[in-house]
């Protein structure tokens, strides 16, 4: 099964934000850890609402937490 | 593990044990007849009887055991329990085209039962093995 082509950067996010847990983020945003886990590791692509809701938390624009590759190289 | 994963490995679990379990009563109680002929209803319904509760009870116990652990299920889970029920159900429409076709040819009654029971099982654990997978891969 091909994991999801977007790319986050969740867990760089966290660190710059005091080594912020996986727990606590989960809990702000409203997902489950196993969730918060999945798709920091590419495992799972989010809702564009929890996809959001993680931006706020770190304070930054969707662009910043999610890439998506060009076209020419997927 | 995730919770709602906990319960799909227990209810393939009770799904394989459950109809293992009826299949080894009824060869034992078949004597030297022929299998058509074997009791099967008794022991059909105090497995499904068995699996309704098992599911039930594993249910209360990985929710007591996680009760301390906040949100137990979110939106992965609800999509990941969409895709493998639907693919689960794919067995049910097996189950009854085989069943009915087997009444239109007139065949004993205990055929017509053990493919539905067996086509409800395979619905069981296909399902579950299907959400197992999409929690452990990731999703389609």
Same mark, same amino acid.
Request: no cysteine.
């Given at each position: 099964m091909k994991p999801t082509k977007v790319t986050n950067s969740i867990r760089a996010l966290r660190f710059a934000h005091g080594e912020m847990k996986q727990a606590d983020l989960a809990a702000a945003i409203g997902v489950t850890r196993q969730t918060l886990i999945?798709?920091?590791?590419?495992?799972?692509?989010?809702s564009l609402e929890v996809a959001f809701k993680i931006a706020r938390v770190f304070g930054v624009s969707l662009e910043e937490v999610f890439?998506?590759?060009?076209?020419e190289e997927l | 593990m995730a919770f709602e994963e906990k319960r799909a490995w227990a209810l393939a679990i009770i799904a394989i044990v459950g109809y293992a379990v009826y299949v080894v009563l009824v060869l034992n109680g078949t004597? *030297? &007849?022929p299998l058509v002929e074997a009791p099967y209803a008794g022991a059909m319904l105090w497995t499904i009887l068995f699996g309704i509760v098992a599911g039930i009870v594993s249910g209360i116990w990985f929710g007591i055991a996680a009760r301390n652990d906040g949100l137990q299920a979110d939106e992965r889970d609800?999509?990941? *329990? &969409?895709?493998?029920?639907?693919?689960?159900?794919?067995?049910?429409a097996i189950g009854g085209v085989s069943a009915m076709a087997l009444a239109i040819f007139e065949a004993p009654y205990f055929w017509i039962a053990n493919v539905l029971y067996l086509c409800f099982v395979l619905s069981a654990v296909l399902g579950s093995l299907a959400k197992i997978a999409f929690y452990r891969r990731g999703m389609p």
């Open positions: 999945a798709v920091e590791q590419g495992r799972y692509s989010p890439q998506y590759p060009e076209e | 004597a *030297g &007849r609800r999509e990941i *329990g &969409r895709f493998g029920d639907h693919i689960g159900q794919s067995f049910i």
